[in-house]
């Protein structure tokens, strides 16, 4: 009897802000892998560990949340100006598909890293102590990411006294800069695709529902909590164990995913599960965090609760914090009304782990409002580095 052997293939499990994910250089991938289509996300598939009828990822990398089945894969850029290449796959985790359709803003923050620690980076272009910049292309949304890196002692320094809440280790800090981050994909979409900065959403079967939907950093749609019969104070467990809610969250995001123009039809949104996302909004107010941590009212400018790949996430993903931003940044939003209104350039708000602060610099040119970066710091770590292995007939 014959069996196929496995295969091993050079790879990194990093830690990216409130993420991790496998990250491949694309050279060193299987050479049908390379490029995009069914070989290519065949293989992350296994190596992730999906689908898995379990949902848990145990025959696999993945930690079976949106947060933790995520695969990266990075090459040097041949775009003026730019570093390096990244693109991002959200891997599901009880189906057979990976979703291209949008960033990992946390992961962001491990691009840079994993560039100059896997030679992606000239040498003679990190200093031996001090800040790396590298400048990023976001091949998923073609926006460019400037990460700036810690070096000591010509390596990229891991350690550190900055924190992060939803991350239990402090770690050193990686700010980053996501230029132009409105005008996302999907043929360039404004960034109020609706032309309202609040509009109302048609749900067949569950109302009518204020809404503020916006393309920066990832397509997301803005409600308020009070609207939707929450509090904004709401832990995992509060949404996450109540699957009536979940459906009812999934069913306002087809629709929202059709007015956005991302979908033509509601049918298939469960094709595109990573974008858009759902969120929702109140004014500041204490609440406990999961870890304990009491978040006082006077901590925050509002409180923020999202949704990703259909569960309420644990903290923040990286890519709504910027849109949480930008849309902070514009009078009349709904998160800009939650957050006390007027102008400003930085917003804190809560989330079910703590706190996060966010800036963004928005203007109004020729009646309509861009936004020309939204600025964050994260932090990224190694956790393991060498070979993921694979079935060779797995892809």
């Known amino acids: 009897m014959s069996f196929v052997p496995q295969?091993?293939?050079?790879?990194?499990?990093?830690?990216?802000?409130?993420?991790?994910?496998?990250?491949?250089?694309?050279q060193d991938l299987p050479e049908r892998a390379q490029a995009p289509g069914p070989a290519r996300d065949?293989?992350?598939l296994r190596v992730i560990g999906s689908p898995d009828p379990y949902g848990k990822q145990i025959d696999g990398m993945g930690g079976a949340t949106s947060s933790t089945s995520k695969a990266v894969i990075l090459s040097r850029s041949t775009r003026a100006d730019h570093d390096v290449d990244y693109l991002f796959g959200q891997v599901a985790i009880d189906s057979a598909f990976v979703d291209w359709s949008g960033n990992c803003g946390n992961l962001s923050a491990a691009v840079g890293p994993f560039a100059i620690a896997s030679g992606l980076i000239d040498p003679a272009d990190v200093p031996r102590d001090g800040i790396c910049v590298v400048r990023i292309w976001q091949a998923n949304i073609g926006k460019t990411i400037v990460a700036h890196v810690p070096i000591a002692e010509g390596m990229v320094q891991e350690t550190g006294a900055f924190e992060l809440d939803g991350v239990t280790f402090p770690a050193a800090e990686v700010p980053l800069e996501f230029l132009d981050p409105a005008d996302e994909g999907d043929g360039g979409a404004a960034m109020f695709p609706t032309g309202k900065v609040v509009d109302t959403l048609e749900v067949p079967g569950l109302g009518s529902f204020r809404a503020t939907m916006i393309n920066a950093g990832i397509p997301t749609v803005f409600f308020d909590a009070a609207d939707?019969?929450?509090?904004?104070?709401?832990?995992?467990?509060?949404?996450?164990?109540?699957?009536?809610?979940?459906?009812?969250?999934e069913t306002i995001r087809a629709h929202a995913a059709v007015r956005m123009g991302l979908i033509g039809d509601v049918s298939e949104a469960a094709r595109r599960q990573h974008t858009p996302k759902i969120a929702f909004v109140a004014p500041p107010e204490g609440y406990v965090a999961s870890s304990g941590k009491r978040v006082e009212a006077g901590d925050i400018?509002?409180?923020?609760?999202?949704?990703?790949?259909?569960?309420?996430?644990?903290a923040m993903m990286g890519t709504?914090?910027?849109?949480?931003?930008?849309?902070?940044a514009i009078p009349g939003t709904l998160v800009n009304l939650a957050a006390g209104g007027g102008t400003r350039e930085t917003v804190r708000f809560g989330h079910p782990s703590g706190t996060l602060r966010?800036?963004?610099?928005?203007?109004?040119?020729?009646?309509?409002?861009?936004?020309t970066k939204a600025v964050m710091s994260r932090s990224a770590r190694v956790l393991m580095e060498g070979w993921v292995r694979v079935p060779a007939d797995s892809f």
């Open 42 to 44: 065949a293989l992350l």
């Open 301 to 314: 400018d509002l409180r923020v609760r999202a949704l990703s790949m259909g569960k309420l996430h644990h």
């Open 228 to 249: 939707l019969g929450y509090t904004g104070s709401e832990l995992q467990g509060a949404i996450n164990e109540d699957p009536q809610a979940l459906a009812r969250f």
């Open 320 to 328: 709504a914090a910027v849109a949480i931003g930008t849309a902070a």
């Open 358 to 371: 966010v800036g963004a610099q928005a203007r109004q040119v020729d009646g309509q409002w861009v936004v």
């Open 7 to 26: 295969i091993r293939i050079p790879a990194t499990y990093m830690r990216g802000g409130t993420s991790k994910g496998v990250f491949f250089r694309l």
